[in-house]
């Protein structure tokens, strides 16, 4: 697998889009939680009333869960960059070189998803990094509690790489993987708001609480994990809102994970080349 990865890097170190994604993930990480972090300081904070309640997103009690979770929002950047290395080798006839060269279809397929989960632990490691800087940065006293959202992050970027990875395998053209791909997100989203808004009425009308049904869909699973951390406005809702099945939601992300790489390795092994 070593000499696999040197090839894949070989392929990504002169790939201008490869650098420029990069540098934009990694500034982008820092740029979003500084956002939230200005936002909640200068404008949540001064609003009347607002003094008599203590929350800060990112005392270190805090600070985990919510770099985790602004950070997600900008996964979608090396999910497409995966999409865009895996469709470019079908397009330029690369993948078919590299078996005939003596690479096995397992093998090319397996560095990719590999590949996948490189991505998914270098963008922890900056969520985790980010965190600390934040933390530190709140002068609270240090504190792992949350750090678990941390794991659930992980769990989300490798969700969002795989199904990038799953999307190039079926479709192959980058163009229409990468539409059908924001279509399909896009889809998702909307029928996840519909289940959430059906679960809210189920529990104010029948007393039938079975979660965010939302977050039971393959993309927004992973989602479900992370949220905004408690805080007394999120609490006024609470009573309303579905309860929070965090173990089922896990279940279900893990699941799917191993729906997609099942899927995306059959069907490159035994697909036309």
Request: net charge positive; hydrophobic share 55%; proline share 3%.
């Amino acid at each position: 697998m070593t000499e696999l990865l040197k090839i894949e890097w070989l392929k990504l170190k002169n790939y201008i889009a490869f650098k420029v994604m990069a540098i934009f993930f990694i500034i982008g990480v820092f740029a979003i939680n500084y956002i939230v972090y200005t936002v909640n300081k200068n404008i949540v904070n001064n609003v009347p009333g607002a003094g008599l309640i203590s929350f800060s997103p990112y005392n270190f009690e805090n600070t985990w869960q919510s770099t985790s979770y602004a950070t997600g929002f900008i996964l979608l950047l090396p999910s497409l960059l995966l999409m865009m290395l895996l469709t470019n080798e079908y397009t330029f006839k690369t993948h078919r070189q590299n078996i005939i060269d003596g690479l096995s279809r397992q093998q090319f397929i397996s560095v990719k998803i590999m590949m996948a989960l490189i991505f998914a632990l270098v963008a922890t490691v900056l969520v985790f990094i980010t965190a600390l800087i934040f933390g530190f940065g709140s002068g609270t006293s240090f504190s792992l509690n949350g750090i678990v959202y941390v794991g659930y992050f992980f769990l989300k970027a490798l969700s969002y790489n795989l199904i990038a990875i799953l999307f190039s395998v079926l479709i192959k053209r980058t163009g229409f993987a990468t539409g059908v791909f924001f279509i399909y997100l896009g889809a998702e989203n909307i029928i996840s708001q519909l289940l959430n808004v059906l679960s809210i009425k189920w529990k104010a009308d029948n007393g039938a609480d079975l979660g965010n049904l939302g977050d039971y869909l393959p993309m927004n699973a992973a989602d479900g994990l992370l949220a905004f951390p408690d805080n007394p406005f999120k609490s006024m809702s609470k009573h309303i809102m579905p309860s929070d099945y965090t173990w089922v939601v896990l279940a279900l992300a893990l699941g799917y994970l191993v729906l997609f790489y099942f899927w995306a390795t059959k069907k490159f092994v035994h697909s036309d080349l």
